[in-house]
């Protein structure tokens, strides 16, 4: 069964500073892994996703993500934080079939001014 | 204006009455899930269905129950089984399931007194 770890349950950065948010999966084919940030009592948005291809990937909010295949990771990078970043981060993964997205638990962004 | 839409925001029911989430979108999407979510545990799958007129259980399906007889809408009835079900509620939709992106409403609370 797949799996996603995010090891880190709360980050404080402070603005302007950089981000790096940690993901590591357990999958056992090609995984499918997006990125979603989720503003306190709101839905969830997509940030960015990775299908194949390139292992750099860009999405919305100047937000970046690295699939690193032999250490099981997907990263989320920011090169500098705006305090409108503060939410809670999630990693996903699913599979080729119709099962839905695994979570990871998130992780808690605070910025400090 | 497309997107999904739950209905209501907040829920407020007593312990042992039944209770139905609404869930509509207008993408015209085929596939569509229902999360649940509670702090620190990340989202985890109740149900979810590919097509009209069928639908899987997901990870935590005891003590709920949907429906699907349109495509634009999957209802999800929370029944008086299910033993904690003070939590927030997330529907999802996408084109044709699988590993095609998911796509979250703004979510219900569900408050059981």
């Known amino acids: 069964a797949q799996s996603v770890t995010q090891p880190d349950i709360h980050i404080t950065v402070s603005e302007g500073a950089s981000l790096e948010l940690r993901c590591n999966y357990s999958?056992?084919?090609?995984?499918?892994l997006f990125w979603y940030v989720q503003s306190p009592g709101q839905g969830l948005q997509l940030l960015l996703k990775y299908f194949s291809g390139d292992t750099l990937v860009q999405g919305i909010k100047g937000f970046e993500a690295e699939f690193k295949r032999s250490q099981s990771s997907f990263n989320l990078r920011k090169p500098s934080v705006h305090w409108s970043d503060a939410a809670e981060y999630f990693c996903a993964v699913v599979g080729g079939g119709a099962d839905g997205l695994t979570f990871g638990k998130g992780t808690h962004l605070i910025i400090q001014p | 204006d497309g997107g999904i839409t739950q209905s209501p925001k907040y829920l407020f029911r007593k312990e042992g009455q039944n209770v139905t989430l609404s869930c509509e979108q207008n993408?015209?999407?085929?596939?569509m899930y229902w999360y649940r979510q509670d702090p620190g545990q990340g989202l985890r799958l109740i149900y979810y269905?590919?097509?009209?007129?069928?639908?899987q259980k997901g990870d935590i399906a005891e003590g709920y129950s949907v429906s699907r007889e349109k495509k634009e809408s999957f209802p999800l009835t929370v029944t008086s089984a299910q033993k904690n079900p003070t939590a927030f509620y997330l529907c999802?939709?996408?084109?044709?399931?699988?590993?095609?992106?998911?796509?979250f409403g703004p979510g219900t609370r569900l408050t059981v007194l």
């Open positions: 999802a939709s996408s084109i044709s399931g699988g590993s095609d992106t998911q796509y």
């Open positions: 999958y056992g084919a090609t995984p499918y």
């Open positions: 269905s590919q097509i009209v007129n069928d639908f």
């Open positions: 993408l015209n999407h085929d596939a």
